[in-house]
Nanobody, 120 residues
Framework: QVKLVESGGGLVQPGGSLRLSCEASVNAFSIIAMGWYRQFPGDQRELVARIHQGGTRSYDGSVEGRFTISRDNAKNTVYLQMNNLKPEDTAVYYC??????????????WGLGTQVTVSS
């Protein structure tokens, strides 16, 4: 089982920065990758950034160069540093963990989401 606790969302002006954090409490679960998704009103969730256990990172093109994903493997915590935020970044951001359960089955877990609002 995995429990995810997100923090760091809020209201920021355009051009500002926020840092999201997500701590995973795991039991009988082997993490493959951790990441952040976001969901705009009326839309499906979309990948923002993802980082694998070995450190390989991937980003959506709309955030590349502005957002940085990092991870503390010892703490099972993933961070998303968001710089030069734009109004179109306004969304609910969700933490995601992907890995193998105790029976070797591939599983993924989601956080409850944190609101990021970019507005003047």
């Amino acid at each position: 089982q995995v429990k995810l606790v997100e923090s760091g969302g809020g209201l920021v002006q355009p051009g500002g920065s926020l840092r999201l954090s997500c701590e995973a409490s795991v039991n009988a679960f082997s993490i493959i990758a951790m990441g952040w998704y976001r969901q705009f009103p009326g839309d499906q969730r979309e990948l923002v950034a993802r980082i694998h256990q070995g450190g390989t990172r991937s980003y959506d093109g709309s955030v590349e160069g502005r957002f940085t994903i990092s991870r503390d493997n010892a703490k099972n915590t993933v961070y998303l540093q968001m710089n030069n935020l734009k109004p179109e970044d306004t969304a609910v951001y969700y933490c995601n963990v992907d890995g193998y359960g105790a029976m070797g089955d591939r599983l993924e877990y989601w956080g409850l989401g944190t609101q990021v609002t970019v507005s003047s």
